[in-house]
């Protein structure tokens, strides 16, 4: 197959991945911001069975939302349902992760300095770790567990529990990958089996001229309320692609699910804020905490390893041709690595003044994150990394 055909699926695939989810976590967020703004409305509207009333101007017109405590009297002619922004987010986001990690599983998936697997038993693992996280979810949510101020210290445990598995299994960025599309399961999940027949049990009963039974609709926003907590977390664990030293120093499970908390909490500052409950000082801890931790991280002895070596500093032409054969395999205007056809990341680093321009990035990425060589594909010692790096500091 040419492999730029398979770029340009890829491209197309994460394209739509990405419009899709923001139609969906934008409806998602705008529901939840409808539902915490409504006010009390005036007793006309109360006679009619409206719980909640809300005001807004938009894009040059006034808007009046009413939301009815249970249903209407009578059905509506049109009726606006949100289910295939879900849907078609998870699609996209499968196939995307199919057609990346699965289709090359041995330069994405499997890491052999974290575990040697076939292709067949990585993508068992994969699909494993996946529908056996959502039935764990969906079961919890069937107990009265559910309801209890325990579910969410029981979620994070078990979260933990998975980052480390899958961080022990996998490379670094299919693992956060892994825990993403995990989370995105369970959210579409819920609007798929509880969210959306919650609502056609309602519209049936209002359709048949009866009060509809609430219950379906609580179980409904319960889920929903779920969802809206784990936004915030999976766009994280979606764009943590591009950030190698959250996924590859060792304890990376660690940093996954200190994030996971803070953003959760920053999404909890939001949704109090939205009914008019200020709470700056959750604003102030997540905050505090995102600093500790980027400090954490970056401390000499956390991911860094020591770069500092008494290696013989390398001459401008050893320097090159370590880049050149460490590197350019995929950093070059004609790549020899199968599986980067073109330049990766558009970085070429063939000549020294490409070196010079990227100096302080090859630094940081192969002896401070580590993630390149990518997957170590060129196998790039330690002694190297750090004679390369001396060089660099020592040049540039
Ligand atoms: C097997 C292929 C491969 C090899 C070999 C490789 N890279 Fe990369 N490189 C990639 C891919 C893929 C990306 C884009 C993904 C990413 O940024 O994580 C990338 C991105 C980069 C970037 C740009 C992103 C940034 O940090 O700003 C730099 C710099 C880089 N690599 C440096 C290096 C250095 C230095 C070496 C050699 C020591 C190297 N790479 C070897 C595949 C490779």
New binding site residues.
Partial sequence: MDVFFGEWVSLLLRWFHVIAGIAWIGASFYFIWLDNHLTEPPDWKKKEGIGGDLWAVHGGGFYEVAKYKVGPKAMPKTLHWFMWEAYSTWISGMLLMVWIYYFGAQ?YLVDPSIRELSTPAAIALGLGFIASGWLIYEVLCRTPLVASRWFTPVLLVLGTAYAYALVNTFSG?AAFIHMGALIGTIMSANVLIKIIPGQRKMVAAVARGEMPDPQPGLEGKQRSVHNNYFTLPVIFLMIS??Y?MTYQPSYSWLILMAIIVITVVVRHYFNLSHRGIKRPILLVCASLAFIALAGLISWPGGSSQGVESDAALLTDEEGLVL?QD??????AAN?T?P??PSA??G?R?ETMDEIER?AS??A???AVTR?????N??E?SDEQ?QA?VGWLKHRF
Avoid: E, G
């Fill in positions: 330069a960025r692609n591009h190698p880049v460490k590197c350019a395999t995929c950093h790549t690595d599986m980067f990766a990341a970085v680093l990227w990035r090859i940081h990425r192969t993630d390149m060589p990518f997957m594909r060129t790039m990394r390369l």
